[in-house]
């Protein structure tokens, strides 16, 4: 992450010099003042005072106030860019994980690491890093004045940062402890919440409103206890490094006062020195509490880090082919979601092009899992899966998922117009009216025609203005713009009630034309239409052929196509 960081400082090099110019261009002018004023000081003791050494000064305060607000301006905008810049890279890295991701993280967890955690690290980096900077100058700077100033004083200064380090560095420690529990807890919070949000239908039909006012209290409560836990430690950190401080400055004033009664110092030079030494003062609290600050963002950050480090897919590796007329063959693949648990087991088929192949089988048997490898959102374990000669491991993702149509029984529409819905993601720029003929194509014209603003009409969030059949022929539509080379059709019509199903069918119908279509079918008649049904329990294909021929020999798909679908006579008339 630092690598990250440190690159986009690279892009703004002037800036940054420039910052970090001013800051010790005003922190030298700051370590000038108290010289000065020594001066006045010893010439109103000596009463030899002069006009032009006192404007000398105020001149220089000017001069000094500019010098860094110049400095806090441009570090500020340097950490601001540098937090944009990261926050972009988070984004894209998050865009670009596999699948599994976001099926083990909960949508709201990855917004809020998004967020709030790069959030946290934003502040760091634009207000703390920038007043760090200035404070470690001015204090070389100061530290060396003392020393010349008088170096037996500036000793005793030294004396109490083994001090200062015995209260910081174990507090740094439960510091970065509680704030990654913190950025944890906040990040459930909002997974919770925004789920609770999204699903707020379940949780009014089922009386839970109370329920989950406890619950999310709780949660808040606990994340209360920990910020306030953690505001505790910092507090009590400051408040003893001010207390240390605190008895230096006196035993200084007791020690300074006992030299000039024996007139070794005058009383400018103890005055100068303790104006030099609430120049040492304010930035060590600072850079103290920088340790602090920097062990929290360490904790809070652990999340991006992690994050980062994570693979990406590469969606361009390999050689591009053309799906279109070459046959699919799974060859002895294995495959599983979670170690040890096997999903597939040793599966094999052929499919030629052009031909409908119809996967059934009970639930949970694998057969959404196949076309999830088909589309490569999971690496096989063992095996291959090829298009003719060419292992689709061997074919850029973007190539290969440009060519596979998907409609599955929940389509995701994006909230926006139809045509919004329609063109998104594609490559190539389409007319209005080739929105219109897919719609047409997908049997939604009709619908759509009727909408107050035709294909400019807005369809809410998910597309929930629309019923779901219609939204099913949008997502036809959909396909046939991007005309695929092959389709996955995931019963697709298996949440609609018979009146749409039929239209949605027909739609089905003309998408499958002349192309090669694997589907996962509920409904007999698809079954009957398929050139080759792969019958799949458990992960294992146990049967393989047409219709007929499986009837006859296999006896649980017999069964089956009995039962699931729930009528007896249509599959006996066909048998
Ligand atoms: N994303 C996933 N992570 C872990 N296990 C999964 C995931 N998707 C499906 N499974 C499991 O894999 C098996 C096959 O699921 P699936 O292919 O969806 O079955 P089908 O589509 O035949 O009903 C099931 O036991 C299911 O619990
Ligand atoms: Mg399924």
């Known amino acids: 992450m630092y690598n990250i960081l440190l690159k986009q400082l690279k892009i703004k090099k002037t800036i940054f010099l420039l910052g970090i110019f001013s800051s010790l261009l005003s922190t030298v002018i700051s370590l000038l003042i108290p010289i000065l004023s020594k001066n006045i000081i010893d010439a109103v003791s000596g009463k030899n005072l002069s006009l032009s050494s006192f404007s000398n000064v105020i001149l220089l305060f000017i001069f000094q106030a500019a010098a860094s607000t110049v400095s806090v301006v441009s570090l500020s905008y340097i950490g601001e860019g540098i937090v944009g810049g990261f926050r972009i890279i988070v984004w894209e890295k998050i865009i670009s994980l596999r699948i599994r991701y976001f099926e083990n993280n909960k949508s709201g967890e990855i917004t809020s690491l998004l967020v709030n955690d790069t959030g946290v690290i934003k502040n760091f980096i634009s207000n703390k890093i920038p007043s760090l900077i200035t404070s470690v100058i001015s204090l070389i700077g100061a530290v060396i004045i003392l020393m010349c100033i008088d170096y037996k004083m500036t000793l005793l200064i030294f004396a109490v940062f ?44 089922s009386n839970s409103e109370n329920y989950e006012k406890k619950r999310g209290t709780t949660q808040l409560n606990s994340l209360f206890r920990i910020g306030f836990n953690l505001t505790k430690i910092e507090s009590l950190g400051n408040s003893l490094i001010l207390l240390v401080m605190t008895s230096m400055l006196i035993c200084l004033l007791v020690f300074g006062a006992v030299r000039i009664s024996k007139q070794e110092i005058s009383t400018g030079t103890l005055l100068a020195f303790l104006m030099y030494l609430l ?6 609290i600072i850079i103290l509490s920088f340790v602090n600050q920097l062990k929290s963002v360490q904790g809070a ?5 992690d994050l980062l480090e994570l693979d990406v897919e590469d969606l361009s590796k390999g050689q591009e082919i053309n799906i279109e007329n070459q046959p699919l063959k799974f060859k002895n693949v294995n495959f599983e979601y979670d170690y040890g648990i096997n999903v597939l087991k040793d599966v094999s088929f052929e499919v030629q092009p052009k031909h409908t192949v119809a996967f059934v089988g009970p639930s949970g048997a694998g057969k959404t899992t196949i076309f999830g490898l088909i589309e490569r959102f999971y690496d096989l374990k063992e095996g291959d ?21 998907y409609v599955s029984q929940e389509n995701s529409l994006l909230s926006g117009t139809i045509y919004d819905n329609l063109i998104y993601g594609l490559r190539f720029s389409v007319s209005e009216n080739q929105c219109i003929q897919a719609l047409s194509q997908s049997c939604a014209l009709e619908f759509v025609n009727l909408l107050p603003k035709g294909i400019h009409t807005n369809i809410g969030e998910k597309g929930t203005k629309l019923s779901g059949g219609e939204k099913q022929r949008i997502a036809i539509a959909r396909a046939f713009l991007r005309s695929p080379k092959i389709l996955l059709l995931d019963e697709a019509t298996a949440n609609l009630d018979s009146s749409s199903e039929e239209v949605v069918q027909q739609a089905l119908k003309n998408l499958m034309r002349e192309r090669m279509t694997l589907i996962i079918a509920h409904r007999l008649s698809t079954v009957i239409d398929a050139d080759k049904i792969i019958f799949i329990e458990n992960g294992q294909i146990t049967g393989e052929g047409k219709h007929l021929e499986l009837i006859k020999s296999h006896s649980l798909y017999k069964e089956y196509v009995e039962s699931q679908f729930m009528n007896v006579k249509e599959s006996q008339s066909y048998s």
């Open 385 to 405: 899966i090829l298009f003719g000669n060419h292992s689709i491991l061997d074919v850029p993702i973007k190539n290969l998922r440009s060519q596979v149509g």
């Open 279 to 284: 120049q040492v003062i304010s930035p060590t």
């Open 162 to 205: 083994p001090i200062l380090l015995l209260i910081v560095l174990p507090m740094g420690r439960k510091i970065k402890h509680r704030s990654q529990q913190y950025q944890q807890e906040l990040s459930e919070f909002t997974g919770y919440a925004n789920q609770i949000i999204s699903e707020i239908k379940l949780v009014k039909y």
């Open 301 to 305: 950050s652990k999340r991006v880090i």
